[in-house]
């Protein structure tokens, strides 16, 4: 059974610092791993998906690296700014199906 | 090209009601997959449905849960005889690959 995990669970920073946001997966046997965004109270955003053949995907001042060995993807922010403030998503497919498995979430706050 | 549509954004209804949410994916795609955010978890899986056809629906309560997507009109997730912890915010999302999923922006259900 595929289990998600980020950590920390929030964080809060000075406007402009790179950030580093790490998911972490049990089961390497997966399709891709996808990044998104919520704002409260909104649906979800797809930032990036990285298919299990991938290790990077770039957008912007976000770049996603996948390590499936390791069980890890990183996203990270560059420079970032207010309107970064957001809680962001892992999400990634269980075994040979499509269906997406979600961590908790981390909850960024930029000040400004 | 619209993106995924839910309605109604917001529902209320009292214990013993049914609930109905639709969700029209995104032109041209024929995979829909629904999700339930309750409050403070993530996201869970409920169901996978391609047209005319539930093809996972291992994350569905037993009872008084169905699903359909009809060969004509929008996906419905129908919840019978509502009870409080159906409160929750559920998400529909689609694709025409089974591989990226975009989502909607939710339907936020409250039960009374």
């Known amino acids: 059974k595929q289990e998600v995990t980020q950590i920390p669970a929030a964080l809060s920073v000075p406007e402009g610092e790179n950030l580093v946001l790490n998911c972490s997966f049990t089961?390497?046997?997966?399709?891709?791993l996808q990044w998104f965004r919520q704002d409260p109270g909104k649906g979800l955003t797809s930032l990036l998906l990285?298919?299990?053949?991938?290790r990077e995907q770039t957008s912007g001042r976000l770049n996603a690296s996948l390590d499936k060995s390791s069980g890890r993807s990183t996203l990270y922010i560059a420079a970032s700014q207010p309107g970064d403030s957001a809680t962001y998503l892992c999400?990634?497919?269980?075994?040979?199906?499509?269906?997406?498995?979600f961590g908790k979430g981390m909850k960024l706050t930029v000040n400004p | 090209n619209a993106g995924v549509m839910q309605n109604p954004r917001h529902l209320v209804r009292r214990r013993g009601q049914e609930a109905r949410l639709r969700c029209s994916p995104m032109k041209g795609h024929s995979h829909v997959y629904w999700y339930r955010q309750l409050p403070e978890e993530g996201l869970k899986f409920m169901v996978y449905l391609q047209k005319e056809n539930i093809i996972d629906e291992s994350g569905m309560p037993k009872e008084r849960f169905s699903a359909e997507f009809p060969k004509e009109g929008p996906s419905i997730l129908r919840i019978q005889q509502v009870v409080r912890g159906d409160s929750a915010a559920y998400f529909c999302?689609?694709?025409?690959?089974?591989?990226?999923?975009?989502f909607g922006p939710g339907t936020r259900l409250l039960v009374l």
């Open positions: 089961d390497s046997a997966i399709y891709n």
């Open positions: 999400a990634t497919t269980q075994g040979g199906s499509e269906k997406l498995v």
């Open positions: 990285i298919q299990s053949s991938q």
């Open positions: 999302a689609s694709s025409n690959t089974g591989k990226t999923q975009y």
